[in-house]
């Protein structure tokens, strides 16, 4: 080990998310980690399909522990060094509706339209799992925030949208963006609201044998 290496580094992760902020994050708090992303044979949007009637705060948990358990399976099939697994989920809920992702350019004017002048809620799932055969239950833990946009016109909603940024994002927006200029106030975690929050995932670490 590198004397000027923090004690976090030595402990390594499979990381089942495409988020680049999720990567980030872990950096900031120095935790080392591989990449263990869906093949072309794995249907990962499925997942995130939403149950008729499903509530934001069940959905969020259930779609993380289904990300986690795909990405065990992937990993015993891969072969790859058996590290624990993380993986978190984000969704945004407005008025008891969940926003996804947006299918498109008219859905994501739509999510900001909706959330424009309002407050809603960000729900950020995360959860750490040993790889098969070991029987531990995952651990799971959950971030809440609130955020409140100030209203928007509609030829910014549009710049936005165009500009790409919402695509591939849980309520068409993110914080580190652009969008940040319309944000009055947030109550909770910064970087759960990112998409990984740094508190609840240290505590997981820990909990797994990290010094984070």
Not at 35 to 47: I, K, N, S
Request: overall charge negative; proline content about 7%.
């Amino acid at each position: 080990m590198n004397e000027t290496e923090p004690p976090s580094m030595t402990f390594r992760i499979h990381l089942a998310s495409q988020s680049p902020r999720r990567r980030q994050l872990l950096d900031q708090i120095g935790v080392r980690h591989e990449l263990l992303l869906p093949g072309d044979d794995e249907d990962a949007e499925a997942l995130e399909a939403v149950l008729a009637g499903e509530a934001a705060l069940d959905y969020v948990q259930r779609v993380t522990l289904a990300k986690l358990e795909a990405a065990r399976l992937r990993l015993a099939r891969r072969g790859l060094p058996p590290l624990p697994i993380l993986c978190a989920d984000t969704t945004v809920a407005l008025d008891g509706r969940i926003l996804g992702k947006p299918a498109d350019a008219a859905e994501a004017c739509e999510m900001l339209t909706a959330l424009s002048g309002r407050e809603h809620q960000v729900l950020t799932a995360v959860a750490l799992a040993w790889p098969l055969p070991d029987t531990r239950a995952p651990l799971l833990r959950l971030s809440r925030s609130t955020v409140r946009f100030a209203p928007i016109g509609p030829e910014r909603i549009a710049a936005y949208v165009a500009s790409g940024e919402p695509m591939g994002k849980a309520g068409a927006y993110a914080i580190q963006s652009g969008a940040a200029a319309w944000i009055e106030h947030i109550a909770g975690s910064y970087s759960g609201i990112m998409g990984l929050p740094l508190f609840e995932t240290a505590g997981l670490l820990r909990e797994a044998g990290a010094t984070v």
